[in-house]
């Protein structure tokens, strides 16, 4: 059998498993990213310390409380990750301040963050090295329109007032580089 026949049909077959299996197979025979492995490295992306230190007087929405942390795979790609979604009755001005602050005090580095608009006005991005990983810190404003709601997952309604907010921290699978512009 020629090699470009035996290529097209080992392709198909990886293909066809892939689809069959949720794509592991595929992720599996080309080296792409994988989550296998990683329960050790979600638990220590969900045990960062500001995950769990907002500003004071914000509160977790009904039935978005703790830190949630997975490993996922898309298109190839695999990154594991760790958030945590707040309401807080100030300003988004006092949310910044307070993370610049506290980021600074934890050794993150800022990274390019954009202005502020109405329609986002919390968006920051820190940089870090976590156990030699590089890892991202960033924190957002939660609106309607951000927030990606659903008939399972509905907007909060503690998010309707003053600032809701993520905070998420990421990092590639396989420890590969990982920045604010990623």
């Known amino acids: 059998m020629p090699m470009r026949t035996r290529t097209a049909l080992l392709l198909a077959v990886v293909l066809t498993t892939g689809g069959l299996t949720g794509c592991s197979s595929l992720t599996a025979v080309m080296g792409l990213g994988s989550c296998d492995g990683s329960e ?37 790609d695999a990154a594991i990750s760790a958030g ?13 301040r307070h993370y610049r602050t506290e980021a600074a005090r934890d ?7 954009l202005p502020s608009t109405p329609e986002v006005p919390i968006d920051l991005c820190f940089t870090r090295s976590v156990d030699g990983i590089p890892t991202i810190l960033t924190v957002y404003s939660l609106t309607p329109g951000s927030f990606g709601a659903t008939e399972e997952h509905p907007f909060p309604p503690e998010l309707t007032t003053g600032s809701g907010f993520h905070v998420e921290a990421m990092a590639d699978a396989a420890g590969e580089a990982i920045d604010c512009e990623s």
């Open 40 to 76: 050790e490295r979600v638990e220590r992306i969900r045990s960062i310390a500001l995950l769990d230190a907002p500003p004071e007087g914000a509160t977790e929405p009904r039935g978005y409380e703790g830190v949630e942390a997975s490993c996922w795979e898309d298109s190839g």
């Open 84 to 96: 945590h979604t707040y309401a807080f009755p100030g300003t988004p001005a006092e949310v910044i």
């Open 107 to 113: 050794g993150w580095r800022p990274g390019p963050s």
